[in-house]
C-alpha cells in the first residue's frame, strides 16, 4: 500500500513542528507549503536529513505552489499569521480570513477528498471560512482547540493531583476563546468525576476554579512567555493525534470545533463539542447533557463565534 500524503499548509513554527512529528510517528510522507520562499523546503530538507538519525521512513518535500498538494489524503492548515502579546485570537480575523480564503481555494483545486484539520486562529470562524472556500463536505473539515485545550487541562489538572497525565481525561468544549468552557462534572481522574475529587478533598473547589481559568488563559500564558509567538509544540502534537485519528481510523473520542446543524440546538455552525473521529472524518457528535450552568458557558461562548463568522462572512471575497 502507498504511502500516505499529507500536506502541511503554513511552514511556520507549527507547520516544521507537524511535519517532524509526523515522520517520527511514520503517518506519511509529508509536503510543506508556505508563501515565504525557501523556508518550506529548507525545513522539508532539515527534517529529511534526521530520517536516517530516526530510522524513520517518510519523504519531505517543500514548495510555493499549490500543485505540490495535489492528491492529499490530510492537509493540515496553520498558514496565517499568530498573535503577539497583548493581542486576543479575534485582533488575528482580517489578515487570517484573507488567508484562508486562499487556502481553501488551493485545496479545493488540488485534493478536494482530503481530510482538512484547521489551526489558524480565530479558529471557529477560520475553519467556516476555509469550509466554505473549499466546498468540502462538513465531515471532512475540523478545527483543532478542543484537543490542545483538554491537554492543558489535563496537564495541570495531573500536576494538582500529582498523578500520571495518562490518568486524567478531560473535555473543554465551545469556542476556542475565553469563553471556552472547561466541563469539570466531564472530566476524571480514572473515571472519578472532579466534583467527586473536591468531595473526597484531594483538591478545593478554589484550586479548581484556579486551574480552570488557567486552562482558558492558557494559550495567552505562553504568548506572554514567548513574546515573539505562540504555542507550537503542543497545538502540532494535538493535530497529529487527529490526523492519526483519521488515518488509521481509530473511531477516537475527541474534541473538535465541529459542524454543528441540528445538534446541541445549533442551525449550522462550526464550535468545539465531542466527536467520534475515523475514516469518515467526523463519524457522530457526542451530544452530552449540559445542566443549566454549563449550557450558560456553552451559550455564551457560541455567541462569541457567532460574532466572529458574521464578522469573517464580511471580510470573505464575494
Ligand atoms: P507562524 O510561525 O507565524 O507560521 C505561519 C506561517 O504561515 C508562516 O510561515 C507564514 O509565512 C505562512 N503564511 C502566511 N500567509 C500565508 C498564505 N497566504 N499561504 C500560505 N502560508 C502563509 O505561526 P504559527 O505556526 O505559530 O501559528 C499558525 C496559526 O495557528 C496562527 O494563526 C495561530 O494563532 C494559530 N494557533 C492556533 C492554535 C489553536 O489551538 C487553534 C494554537 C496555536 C496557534
Given at each position: 500500500m502507498a504511502r500516505k500524503k499529507i500536506a502541511l499548509v503554513g511552514a511556520g513554527n507549527i507547520g516544521g513542528t507537524l511535519a517532524h512529528l509526523i515522520g517520527l510517528k511514520e503517518l506519511g510522507d509529508v509536503v510543506l507549503f508556505d508563501i515565504a520562499e525557501g523556508v518550506p523546503q529548507g525545513k522539508a530538507l532539515d527534517i529529511a536529513e534526521s530520517t536516517p538519525v530516526e530510522g524513520c521512513d517518510a519523504a519531505y518535500a517543500g514548495a510555493?505552489?499549490?500543485?505540490?498538494?495535489?492528491?492529499?489524503d490530510v492537509v493540515i492548515v496553520t498558514a496565517g499569521v499568530p498573535r503577539k502579546p497583548?493581542?486576543?485570537?479575534?485582533?488575528?480575523?482580517g489578515i487570517n480570513c484573507k488567508v484562508m480564503a486562499a487556502v481553501g481555494q488551493g485545496i479545493k483545486e488540488n485534493c478536494p477528498d482530503a481530510f482538512v484539520i484547521c489551526i489558524t486562529n480565530p479558529l471557529d470562524a477560520m475553519v467556516w471560512v476555509l469550509r466554505e472556500l473549499s466546498g468540502l463536505p462538513h465531515n471532512k473539515v475540523v478545527g483543532m482547540a478542543g484537543v490542545l485545550d483538554s491537554a492543558r487541562f489535563r496537564y495541570f489538572l495531573s500536576e494538582e493531583f500529582k498523578?500520571?497525565?495518562?490518568d486524567v481525561t478531560a473535555f473543554v468544549l465551545g469556542?476556542?476563546?475565553?469563553?471556552?468552557v472547561p466541563l469539570t462534572r466531564y472530566s476524571t481522574v480514572a473515571g472519578i468525576p472532579l466534583p467527586d475529587l473536591v468531595s473526597m478533598g484531594w483538591t478545593s473547589q478554589e484550586r479548581l476554579d484556579q486551574i480552570v481559568q488557567r486552562t482558558r488563559d492558557g494559550g495567552a500564558e505562553i504568548v506572554g512567555l514567548l513574546k515573539t509567538g505562540s504555542a507550537f509544540y503542543a497545538p502540532a502534537a494535538a493535530a497529529v493525534a487527529m490526523a492519526e485519528a483519521y488515518l488509521k481510523d481509530q473511531k477516537r473520542v475527541m474534541p473538535c470545533a465541529a459542524w454543528c446543524d441540528g445538534v446541541f440546538g445549533l442551525d449550522g455552525l462550526y464550535v468545539g463539542v465531542p466527536v467520534v473521529l475515523g475514516a469518515d472524518g467526523v463519524?457522530?457528535?457526542?451530544?452530552i447533557e449540559m445542566n443549566a450552568d454549563e449550557k450558560a458557558m456553552f451559550d455564551k461562548s457560541v455567541e462569541s463565534v457567532r460574532g466572529l463568522v458574521a464578522a469573517s462572512r464580511e471580510l470573505m471575497p464575494k
Open positions: 510555493n505552489d499549490y500543485s505540490a498538494i495535489a492528491g492529499a497583548g493581542m486576543s485570537r479575534d485582533d488575528l480575523i498523578v500520571s497525565v495518562q469556542g476556542h476563546g475565553d469563553t471556552m463519524e457522530k457528535i457526542v451530544e
